[in-house]
T-cell receptor, first 115, second 112 residues
Framework: EPEVTQTPSHQVTQMGQEVILRCVPI?????FYWYRQILGQKVEFLVS????????KSEIFDDQFSVERPDGSNFTLKIRSTKLEDSAMYFCASSEARTGDSPLHFGNGTRLTVT | DQQVKQNSPSLSVQEGRISILNCDYT??????FLWYKKYPAEGPTFLIS?????DKNEDGRFTVFLNKSAKHLSLHIVPSQPGDSAVYFC???????????FGQGTRLTINP
């Protein structure tokens, strides 16, 4: 069964450093997402991406965050200057159609630790 | 953000019996609901969904019930198996929005 793959599985970085989290969505999917889960808290929406542009973003997704689909297969989340509170599990997801018409399929996540 | 709530943090069920997981929501604009299962160190895995035009959807051992007037949905697993032990999340979205709103999750333990 096709799956969403994320790399790395664990990233440790120092506060203020830039990180790039990488994802390969399912190949025939058109909608891409990033969610995160801070330890002990809910899974939270960050951003959705369709047709090479952001279609929706949350209040969390401020100017420190950006997303890109640099080629036909990868989807990346960049955090420009990491803060301690960015430590979380980051999940990439993709779907065939827009949210509400088809389910999201998630990757196994990247655990980001900011020290 | 308390729009989707799972009030039971944990549930323990004997193997072979029915597991019932509950979820409440407050936003009447939600029209699509999903259940995800999550094992440690893995991402959420889609289980089953239901649109607000239905009140029941069934897929094998999994059935989701939606009560729109009560703003309540439930997931029934029958019979429960040891491999069902995981954290279960309900999630909801509204038409036109691109985001899912998740509940806090319920940890289900199936005892042999």
């Amino acid at each position: 069964e096709p799956e969403v793959t994320q790399t790395p599985s664990h990233q440790v970085t120092q506060m203020g450093q830039e990180v790039i989290l990488r994802c390969v969505p399912i190949s025939n999917h058109l909608y891409f997402y990033w969610y995160r889960q801070i330890l002990g808290q809910k899974v939270e929406f960050l951003v959705s991406f369709y047709n090479n542009e952001i279609s929706e973003k949350s209040e969390i997704f401020d100017d420190q965050f950006s997303v890109e689909r640099p080629d036909g297969s990868n989807f990346t989340l960049k955090i420009r200057s990491t803060k301690l509170e960015d430590s979380a599990m980051y999940f990439c997801a993709s779907s065939e159609a827009r949210t509400g018409d088809s389910p999201l399929h998630f990757g196994n996540g990247t655990r980001l630790t900011v020290t | 953000d308390q729009q989707v709530k799972q009030n039971s943090p944990s549930l323990s069920v004997q193997e072979g019996r029915i597991s019932i997981l509950n979820c409440d929501y407050t936003n009447s604009m939600f029209d699509y609901f999903l259940w995800y299962k999550k094992y440690p160190a893995e991402g959420p895995t889609f289980l089953i969904s239901i649109s607000s035009i239905k009140d029941k959807n069934e897929d094998g051992r999994f059935t989701v019930f939606l009560n729109k007037s009560a703003k309540h949905l439930s997931l029934h697993i029958v019979p429960s198996q040891p491999g069902d032990s995981a954290v279960y999340f309900c999630a909801a979205s509204r038409q036109g929005a691109q985001k899912l709103v998740f509940g806090q999750g319920t940890r289900l333990t199936i005892n042999p």
